[in-house]
């Protein structure tokens, strides 16, 4: 066992044998568990890479295809499009510069829906800031 100098009232308790292999059967199984639920759970770094700066993305590249895959519901040559659309605005740039990555997305105009969707949606996916 460790030593437990970060947990005073712990390094007093007694723990029992049983009651130490129950924890560390139930923390191991958690583990596994977690492996297990977000072992599918991958998003291409193109994506990432997209909703972070879309004017960094390469439009001819793999992110649009990567986009569908991970939001099947868009279109990819509409998703193109609209990528192209943004990055070839000076406006939406310096907008990206002043807003910033949130509130880029969140006040995107719907004349690039698809790209707005899933930008929000991966933004939204869990209920932290992490990819911002």
Known sequence: MGRKIHFPTLRNAPVSSAAMAGMKGLLKSLAENFTERFNDFKIPK??????????????SGSCPAEAKAVMPGIDEAAFQLELVQIQSSDVLKAK??????CEFWAHSTHQFDHCRRLAIYLLTMFGSTYIC
Not at 96 to 101: K, N, Y
């Open 46 to 59: 193109q994506v990432i890479l997209f909703v972070r700066n879309p004017f960094a993305v390469d439009v």
């Open 96 to 101: 990206f510069g002043e807003e910033g990555l």
